[in-house]
């Protein structure tokens, strides 16, 4: 069974940075896209960033120049960059997997537990 476990969140000045880290536990067959998505009080759920696994990346209007997105197969991770964070950059922050579990199974979503991250001003 696979399981995602995020780290590296935290309180931070704005100006400040923070590196977030996805990690997977587990095996399966193949990892597609993962990506981060952040979710502040009142606010649906939305795309900071992904990356297929050709390594192409896309970001989110208002943290692109800021934020960088890399993974590391071999250590079944993804990562997130936050530099000069904002206080609108505060939310939980989630990473989610394109993952197929095995040959013979369809691509599923997987998410991990979500980490906070809060930004002051």
């Known amino acids: 069974q696979v399981q995602l476990v995020e780290s590296g969140g935290g309180l931070v000045q704005a100006g400040g940075s923070l590196r977030l880290s996805c990690v997977a536990s587990?095996?399966?067959?193949?990892?597609?896209?993962m990506a981060w998505y952040r979710q502040a009080p009142g606010k649906q759920r939305e795309l900071v960033a992904d990356i297929t696994d050709g390594g192409s990346t896309n970001y989110a209007a208002s943290v692109k120049g800021r934020f960088t997105i890399s993974r590391d197969n071999a250590k079944k991770a993804v990562y997130l960059q936050m530099n000069s964070l904002k206080p609108e950059d505060t939310a939980v922050y989630y990473c989610?997997?394109?993952?197929?579990?095995?040959?013979?199974?369809?691509?599923?979503?997987?998410w991990g537990q979500g980490i906070q991250v809060t930004v002051s001003s």
């Open positions: 989610n997997w394109k993952i197929k579990p095995t040959a013979f199974r369809r691509e599923a979503d997987y």
């Open positions: 587990g095996s399966f067959f193949s990892i597609n896209a």
